[in-house]
């Protein structure tokens, strides 16, 4: 897709919101497609999210593909004390990990969390389109202090089966706080927030018609 096309798209969608227009944002938005060949559905993620925190959540400071210590953050945003990076998840799994694309999953979901996590003022949101389920180990929903340890040890080592992490992940993973969960609809547009708590009652609900 051309730029000018990309254009047509964002409009379209800001149209529908409520939201004034950030100018910035969509700016940064069509340079970074154009130099970084990024995803069209990833694009338009990031200008509803990112016109998501910074009018319906009120954060003063609102920006995409922000470095976050070695990590890129999808949409990164800042209010007051509080800092946060969102990471979209469209669960697309490559090709030669087909056959074991829930492990896959799983790892991509910790190596982020401990990525962002050596930032520890920066807080941790993931966000998936309203047709996927999300993939986050129900885990690092919980509290630090209701985590499973071996539980944790098991999500390390899957980890480790596709990235290389730190040897003291564990210990990190413990730490790590997951903000919330975000669920959006470009088609609508539409952002839905979930606490864990609640993302894990759903996640969970979701997984017992599986059983």
């Known amino acids: 897709m051309d730029v000018d096309s990309l254009r047509l798209d964002i409009d379209g969608l800001i149209s529908k919101l409520s939201y004034p227009k950030d100018s910035n944002l969509i700016s940064r938005a069509i340079a970074?497609?154009?130099?970084?060949?990024?995803?069209?559905?990833?694009?338009?993620?990031?200008?509803?999210?990112?016109?998501?925190?910074?009018f319906e959540r009120g954060f003063e400071k609102v920006d995409i593909e922000?470095?976050?210590?070695?990590?890129?953050?999808?949409?990164?945003?800042?209010g007051g004390s509080l800092r946060i990076c969102v990471e979209i998840e469209f669960?697309?799994?490559?090709?030669?990990y087909a056959s074991e694309a829930s492990e896959y999953l799983v790892a991509r979901?910790?190596?982020?969390?401990?990525?962002i996590s050596s930032c520890p003022e920066v807080l941790i949101s993931f966000a998936y389109p309203r047709y996927c389920v999300p993939s986050i180990p129900i885990d690092?929903?919980?509290?630090?202090?209701?985590?499973?340890?071996d539980r944790l040890r098991e999500l390390v080592y899957i980890t480790r089966r596709y990235f290389p992490?730190?040897?003291?992940?564990?210990?990190?993973?413990?730490?790590?706080?997951?903000?919330?969960?975000?669920?959006?609809?470009?088609?609508?547009?539409?952002?839905?927030?979930?606490?864990?708590?609640?993302?894990?009652?759903?996640?969970?609900?979701y997984d017992a018609f599986l059983l």
């Open 32 to 54: 970074l497609y154009s130099r970084k060949n990024i995803p069209l559905n990833h694009v338009l993620a990031e200008v509803l999210l990112g016109h998501y925190l910074r």
């Open 91 to 96: 669960n697309f799994v490559p090709p030669q």
């Open 165 to 205: 992490i730190d040897i003291d992940s564990v210990e990190a993973l413990r730490r790590a706080c997951v903000h919330s969960i975000m669920i959006f609809d470009v088609a609508k547009p539409r952002v839905y927030e979930l606490t864990p708590q609640t993302a894990e009652v759903l996640i969970t609900l």
């Open 140 to 149: 690092l929903l919980r509290p630090p202090s209701a985590r499973s340890i």
């Open 66 to 78: 922000r470095s976050v210590g070695r990590h890129s953050c999808d949409v990164y945003a800042e």
């Open 109 to 115: 979901h910790v190596k982020k969390v401990l990525s």
